[in-house]
């Protein structure tokens, strides 16, 4: 089980969090493949995946893939949602 710090900041303001992948299948193919999701940091190190938020519903081929691009998600997610409540 991999995860990733992830530290994020906005206006002078450090945020943590984790990315990690959880394993599974695709619904309709049956194709293996894992989901990327987040913790936030304050929980410590992520022990159970599964207690994960997914950050996209897309199915990618490896845990390393998941994790990169998980992380693009996430600062994409976070920078939106500052954005719209600044």
């Not at 992948?21 to 309709?28: D, E, F, L, Q, S």
Request: with cysteine.
């Amino acid at each position: 089980m991999k995860s990733k710090q992830v530290v994020i900041t906005i206006k002078d303001q450090a945020n943590s969090f984790f990315v990690g992948a959880i394993p599974g299948h695709n619904r309709t193919t049956k194709e293996p493949g894992f989901l990327a999701c987040w913790f936030p940091a304050k929980d410590g190190t992520p022990t159970n995946m599964s207690e994960g938020k997914t950050l996209a519903d897309i199915m990618f081929a490896t845990e390393d893939i998941a994790i990169k691009d998980g992380e693009k998600i996430l600062k994409a997610k976070i920078k939106a949602d500052f954005l719209k409540y600044k």
